[in-house]
Nanobody, 116 residues
Framework: QVQLVESGGGLVQAGGSLRLSCAAS????????MGWYRQAPGKQRELVAD???????NYASSVKGRFTISRDNAKNTVYLQMNSLKPEDTGVYYC??????????WGQGTQVTVSS
């Protein structure tokens, strides 16, 4: 059984920061590329950032320079540090591995709301 549990979301004012966590089980975490995705109301889910098993990172242009993805393989956890938050960052944030994305397998996500 695969379980991906996101946490750390909340309500924050523009310019503030949040750190999201994703605890994974049921996958071979250490060899998986892990990604953070978000879905704003009325919009499709989009990739925010991902990180390979070797630590190489990739970011959407909209968050580059503000967000940082990291992972702790010993804890089977991936993080997303979000700084300088903007109202357009509002949405439900999900983590997933590549296979889960292909299978349309998603957790419940964590809500991030950024007020102006």
């Amino acid at each position: 059984q695969v379980q991906l549990v996101e946490s750390g979301g909340g309500l924050v004012q523009a310019g503030g920061s949040l750190r999201l966590s994703c605890a994974a089980s049921g996958i071979v975490f250490s060899i998986n590329t892990m990604g953070w995705y978000r879905q704003a109301p009325g919009k499709q889910r989009e990739l925010v950032a991902d990180i390979t098993s070797g630590g190489n990172t990739n970011y959407a242009s909209s968050v580059k320079g503000r967000f940082t993805i990291s992972r702790d393989n010993a804890k089977n956890t991936v993080y997303l540090q979000m700084n300088s938050l903007k109202p357009e960052d509002t949405g439900v944030y999900y983590c997933n591995d590549r296979l889960g994305t292909r299978l349309s397998r998603w957790g419940q996500g964590t809500q991030v709301t950024v007020s102006s």
